[in-house]
């Protein structure tokens, strides 16, 4: 009988959304990493595309085990020439799906914005805990008779089994580190956050999330609520070099920078928070990773030995997927 084993390495939310579709499929799976949910805190924001927003607003029904939750989403320009139709709205939001449940993508009207913007659209979404929803995805995976192995992987060669059909790359930024599938443009992308309560008293009838687009299409201002009442607020973007990553202190949070969040997403939206010098807030740095050439999704066949093994690479997804 031919074996249908995989091996995963990886314990992030591209490793263990790939370890369960797996065995919804009746593949045996077993994820090697070096952390895994129940070792370290996540931070992520997500970009859906057609088959994955709808997927998530299934699983905002089941809010409290999930973490995942249904938002309206708003997004503010100052200068209305940036903006350009958006990729996703007729895959969505144009879709027959999307009308059966009455999900509209709409322009916000003019009286309604402030001074400070052009332009704004809103439309339905959701947003995601990622601690609590990545420990969703490790309880299923583990309910569901997926095995784990908790080691760090300096080679994927470390991770072959005679009875394994295929091993799934998604390490992420380790994909740099392998030494036998060093992946030179792997990078990370630096993240500063802010972590509030958010006010309790709003006018929407849904929590909201917002961006906000700077004029030459700069986008540094964000909000995400989250189900345990707290929303993330952002943020930055700085792009590293690879060494630089192993830098520890690039991880620690700028205290002025964490300021200046704050008061961009307050002047955005000051009905969606408490005032300033009562929000209870904390900082957060994290590392989107990202690949020059875009996601890297393809297989390879190396030799390890007499062997030749099968490797799907799942890594690269920068702001995409998680950081």
């Given at each position: 009988m031919a074996s249908k084993k995989i091996i995963v390495l990886g314990a992030g939310v591209s490793g263990l959304t790939t370890a369960v579709l797996l065995l919804e499929e009746g593949f045996e799976v077993k994820i090697v990493a070096e952390y895994f949910p129940n070792d370290v805190e996540f931070e992520f924001y997500a970009k859906y595309d057609k088959q994955t927003f709808f997927y998530f607003r299934k699983l905002s029904e089941q809010q409290q085990e999930t973490?995942?939750?249904?938002?309206?989403?708003?997004?503010?320009?100052?200068?209305?020439?940036?903006?350009?139709?958006?990729?996703?709205?007729?895959?969505?939001?144009?879709?027959?799906?999307?009308k059966g449940l009455e999900l509209k993508f709409r322009h916000v009207e003019k009286e309604d914005l402030s001074e400070n913007f052009g332009f704004a659209f809103t439309h339905p979404s959701v947003t995601i805990n990622p601690n609590q929803y990545l420990k969703y995805l490790f309880e299923k995976f583990k309910s569901m008779g997926g095995t784990c192995e908790q080691k760090r992987i300096f080679k994927l060669e470390e991770l072959f089994e005679k009875n394994a059909v295929a091993i799934v790359n998604c390490s992420g930024l380790g994909s740099a580190f392998l030494t036998d599938a060093k992946d030179p443009d792997v990078y990370p992308i630096r993240g500063q956050i802010v972590i509030a309560k958010s006010s309790p008293h709003t006018?929407?009838?849904?929590?909201?999330?917002?961006?906000?687009i700077r004029k030459g299409n700069k986008k540094d201002t964000y909000c995400i609520p989250r189900n345990d009442g707290t929303v993330v607020l952002g943020g930055t973007y700085d792009e590293f070099a690879i060494k630089e990553f192993e830098n520890l202190s690039s991880a620690v949070p700028n205290d002025e920078t964490a300021e200046k969040i704050i008061e961009r997403c307050i002047t955005t939206r000051p009905d969606l928070f408490l005032p300033k010098e009562e929000l209870e807030k904390k900082s957060s740095v994290g590392f989107r990773p990202a690949r020059k050439d875009g996601v890297r999704v393809e297989i390879e066949l190396m030799k390890f030995g007499e062997e030749q093994v099968r490797i799907c690479h799942n890594y690269g997804h920068g702001g995409g997927g998680k950081y």
């Open positions: 973490g995942i939750m249904k938002v309206d989403y708003f997004q503010y320009y100052e200068d209305k020439n940036d903006y350009n139709p958006l990729w996703y709205k007729k895959g969505i939001f144009d879709s027959d799906e999307a006018k929407e009838s849904l929590p909201v999330s917002f961006s906000v």
